[in-house]
Structure formats: structure tokens, C-alpha cells
């Protein structure tokens, strides 16, 4: 049984362009989260996704836009890049709906240059 | 809404001794709370959780910890350390939306550093 993937697991960009990270949920998991974790911090929660729709959303920036597609699986894009917005970004996963359990990925680590 | 503070930001300990790392949340009516472990260069991995019952939760690799309302705390404890515990610590909180929704809030971590 799959656990939640993430790809690509790194990825180096440059100031002012643009990026798409993805996510697949666990088997059978309908909801997808996304948490950006900063270099010493705790993961902040970005946004949340469920039945294709954006359900809940972080203090973040317009520049943060994500995409749920029929088969659950997610992308988070980000705009205009800052180097600030290098993290690493987690996908999570839980079923029926935005529930209590949330199941992690592994991540993929941006690096802005 | 809800916030987590971790006291400590890095735990020091030898090997086989035992430790705690701390974790208060804000108060709030009902709670549901989680303690994450994290390995250099991977993702979260879940240790424990309480989401009702009994106050003392027990988990994965031989850690515990304990649930107090009074206290708004929930301690994570291992009553003997392995180097192989090296790692950051997250303790986290589930916080519903308006729309009833819910997201984690994570505290800002504990490292904790197993010395031989």
C-alpha cells in the first residue's frame, strides 16, 4: 500500500520564476494538505483540498495556488518566487474528507536561488 | 484558534537516560493533539496521538506521553534514550476551521541530541 508521494524530492529554482510541486495521496485518501516547513521551523499549513475544491486556507500569499485533480492527487504552484519561499514543502493525506489523521509525505525540498 | 509552544529548542541527553520534551497548547474546548518525529532529510513521521480516553498515550519506539487539561500540556517522555532518538520533534495541534475543516499547527520543534 502506497503512502503519500511527493515529487520531484528536490528542486532548485531562481528568483522570479515559477514552480509546481506534486503530491499523490495515500490509497484511497480523498484530501490533501499542504504544509511549507522554513529551515528551523515548525510545518505551517498552507492550504487543504477536498472533493477538488480549496477548503481552508494558511496566511499565505496569492502567489501560493494549488489544483486537486478527480483522481485526488494534488499540485501546489508557486509564483514569482522569493528566496524566502525556500522550504520544504509537505504534502498530508486523510480520508473522508479534511479528518483529525493526516498521513505525511516526504516531502520536496526547494531551494530559491 | 489554536497555537503550540514548544519550550525547548534543543534537549541535550545521554544515552540510555531519560527525557522529556515539553509541549503546551492554548486552551480550548476540545483538543486533539499529536507529537511528530522528524529524521534528517525526511518528512514527519506520526509518534503518538490523543484524541480522547485516557490521558496517558502510548507509542511508537517506546515513547509516551501524557494528556493534561488543567495544565494545557501534553509532555513527551522516553524513559530511555537510544542514539537512534536523535532527531527533531514536533508536537502539534488540530485546529477545526469555520467551515469545520481541520488543519495542524505545529509547534516550532524540539531537537534532541542523544549523546554516547
Known amino acids: 500500500d502506497a503512502g503519500v508521494t511527493q515529487s520531484p524530492t528536490h528542486l532548485i529554482k531562481t528568483r522570479g520564476q515559477q514552480v509546481t510541486l506534486r503530491c499523490s495521496p495515500k490509497?484511497?485518501?480523498?484530501?490533501v494538505s499542504w504544509y511549507q516547513q522554513a529551515l528551523g521551523q515548525g510545518p505551517q499549513f498552507i492550504f487543504q483540498?477536498?472533493?477538488?475544491?480549496?477548503?481552508q486556507r494558511g496566511n499565505f500569499p496569492d502567489r501560493f495556488s494549488g489544483h486537486q485533480f478527480p483522481n485526488y492527487s494534488s499540485e501546489l504552484n508557486v509564483n514569482a518566487l522569493l528566496l524566502g519561499d525556500s522550504a520544504l514543502y509537505l504534502c498530508?493525506?486523510?480520508?473522508?474528507?479534511?479528518?483529525?489523521?493526516?498521513?505525511f509525505g516526504a516531502g520536496t525540498r526547494l531551494s530559491v536561488l | 484558534a489554536q497555537s503550540v509552544t514548544q519550550l525547548d529548542s534543543q534537549v541535550p541527553v545521554f544515552e540510555e537516560a531519560p527525557v522529556e520534551l515539553r509541549c503546551n497548547y492554548s486552551?480550548?474546548?476540545?483538543?486533539?493533539l499529536f507529537w511528530y518525529v522528524q529524521y534528517p532529510n525526511q518528512g514527519l513521521q506520526l509518534l503518538l496521538k490523543?484524541?480522547?480516553?485516557?490521558?496517558l498515550v502510548k507509542g511508537i519506539n517506546g515513547f509516551e506521553a501524557e494528556f493534561n487539561k488543567s495544565q494545557t500540556s501534553f509532555h513527551l517522555r522516553k524513559p530511555s534514550v537510544h542514539i537512534s532518538d536523535t532527531a527533531e520533534y514536533f508536537c502539534?495541534?488540530?485546529?477545526?476551521?469555520?467551515?469545520?475543516?481541520?488543519?495542524?499547527?505545529f509547534g516550532t520543534g524540539t531537537r534532541l541530541k542523544v549523546l554516547a
Open positions: 498530508a493525506s486523510s480520508l473522508g474528507g479534511p479528518q483529525l489523521l493526516q498521513y
Open positions: 490509497s484511497g485518501h480523498d484530501t
Open positions: 483540498y477536498y472533493e477538488e475544491e480549496e477548503r
Open positions: 486552551s480550548s474546548v476540545s483538543v486533539y
Open positions: 490523543y484524541l480522547s480516553g485516557s490521558t
Open positions: 502539534a495541534v488540530s485546529d477545526v476551521g469555520t467551515s469545520g475543516t481541520y488543519k495542524y499547527i
